[in-house]
């Protein structure tokens, strides 16, 4: 086998691994939740998407790590929250769904999204 054959199939298989990381690498990483869960602001939300059951309060407590103005404020639109969240600190923030569905969350801007979907 001639070395260009070899780089080629090497790119190849560099080529495979990026798409697979690309379309499946990213996928969001859901987390059931009972009762409280910490959600660190750092370049975004983690974890980004959580389940919650309808009915239920839950508390989401919002641990500010990152010091852009961007991420200050955190918005539940649906559930009529603003709220500010100082820096290295947790905010917790009380929720309660009463239907079944996606509530999405944001920077005050609307660049950073997450999302708690509500099951019975
Ligand atoms: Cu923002």
């Not at 920077?107 to 950073?112: F, R």
Request: proline share 2%.
């Amino acid at each position: 086998m001639s070395v260009d054959k070899i780089a080629v199939g090497i790119g190849g298989v560099a080529a495979l691994l990026f798409i697979a990381w690309f379309f499946f690498g990213k996928r969001q990483t859901v987390v059931a939740v009972e009762s409280r869960v910490r959600i660190t602001v750092d370049g975004g939300y983690t974890p980004e998407a959580i389940t919650i059951k309808r009915g239920r309060t839950v508390r989401l407590e919002f641990l500010r790590k990152d010091a852009s103005s961007c991420l200050e404020e955190v918005v539940l639109p649906e559930l009529g929250v603003r709220r500010h969240l100082a820096l290295n600190e947790t905010t917790p923030i009380d929720i309660t769904a009463d239907r079944v569905g996606e509530f999405a969350f944001s920077c005050g801007m609307n660049m950073y999204h997450g999302k708690i979907i509500v099951v019975e």
